[in-house]
């Protein structure tokens, strides 16, 4: 069984297979069938997996990379800190926050959303439903009469 964090070598050769069948234009459908999955579901599964994959690896590595340096930069540092320089002791912190951040170690922060919601009732909703009874009103009534130039209706 593979450790937490390492892949089937297996699972991720199929995979691969899948992925270089997709980028050809093969339907999942046909994948599923020429690599062995039971369905086309299982076949976009493994393709998701596979792009998953290769997004992350290299992500890992440049993070990895800037682990180093922050490591590499806070050794340099860290004596000129332990005799009381301020000005190291200050660039360790901002490393350490650095590298928290990178790594994910902090908590979430809490915040704090005030949410407004209108359920009408604004001047304006009343203004608008106002004018709309007037029209409903007026159009349910008799025309008004008209004149017809010569004085008379």
């Known amino acids: ?6 892949r089937n070598p297996d699972t991720v050769e199929k995979q691969r ?3 270089d069948l997709r980028r050809a234009g093969v ?3 046909v994948i599923a069938e020429q690599v062995g999955y039971s369905n086309a579901g299982a076949a976009y599964n493994a393709v998701r997996s596979a792009l998953r994959a290769t997004l992350q690896e290299p992500a890992n590595e440049v993070r990895e990379l ?3 340096r922050l490591d590499r930069l806070e050794r340099a540092l860290w004596p000129a800190a332990l005799n009381g320089d301020q000005g190291a002791i200050d660039r360790i ?6 590298r928290a951040r990178l790594l994910g170690l902090d908590a979430p922060t809490k915040q704090e959303v005030e949410v407004t919601a209108y359920q009408g009732g604004t001047d304006i909703d009343k203004e608008v439903q106002r004018l709309a009874d007037a029209l409903h009103r007026t159009s349910h009534r008799s025309p008004l009469p008209v004149e017809d130039g010569t004085g008379t209706t």
């Not at 069984?1 to 390492?6: A, E, I, L, N, S």
């Not at 912190?93 to 650095?98: A, T, V």
């Open 1 to 6: 069984m593979p450790r937490k964090g390492h």
């Open 17 to 19: 297979r899948c992925l």
């Open 27 to 29: 339907t999942y459908d």
């Open 66 to 68: 800037e682990v180093d």
């Open 93 to 98: 912190l901002r490393i350490s926050e650095r």
